[in-house]
């Protein structure tokens, strides 16, 4: 499996349990009410990818819990309220991230996944590389990055990648999230 997404960066925010929705900040953080969301809070990035300009376009939802990577059950429990509130929208959930990898737990497409995750690791500023190993559930994915503002241009393939993520949850992770 090899192919070439056009990815964009649209929006990020704040999923809480116990506090009611606000607009955006001046740093473009919004709230959302979230009151079956399985954690206090958690971090949410949009990213809307499309194979093509001609191509519908579907958004991937990315959630990192309240210091980053969630554990399997959390991810499991995180995703059906997000998808509630993200109707239409497939949702990646963080279980492990380090440099230039990451596993996440995710509702759609594995490639969609992978391209979703890597586009938000670089463009919230976590991650600076412009390849990534992304472990989806049992599948391994590589994914390159190229920026042609307002969009990334990602190429994502499935094949053996030399830098992985343990899928035994004894992986990296980063805590550090804006």
């Known amino acids: 499996m090899s192919g070439t997404l056009k990815a964009e960066y649209i929006e990020h925010g704040i999923l809480s349990r116990d506090k009611p929705a606000t607009d955006a900040n001046a740093d473009g953080w919004a709230l959302l009410h979230a009151p079956e969301f399985p954690l206090t809070h958690g971090m949410f990035y949009r990213v809307r990818l499309a194979d093509s300009v001609l191509a519908a376009a579907r958004d991937i939802i990315v959630v990192a819990g309240p210091s980053g990577c969630v554990d399997a059950v959390l991810a499991e429990q995180a995703t059906a309220p997000t998808s509630r509130i993200f109707a239409d929208s497939a949702v990646a959930v963080f279980l492990k991230d380090s440099p230039g990898a990451a596993s996440v737990h995710a509702s759609g497409r594995a490639a969609d996944t ?32 190229i920026y042609r503002g307002p969009h990334f241009e990602a190429r994502v393939s499935e094949e053996a990648v030399e830098q992985s993520v343990a899928a035994d949850g004894r992986g990296a992770s980063d805590g550090a999230r804006r």
């Open 114 to 145: 992978a391209v979703a995750v890597a586009v938000v690791k670089h463009a919230a500023g976590w991650d600076e590389a412009s390849s990534f190993a992304i472990r989806v559930g049992s599948r391994m994915l590589s994914v390159g990055l």
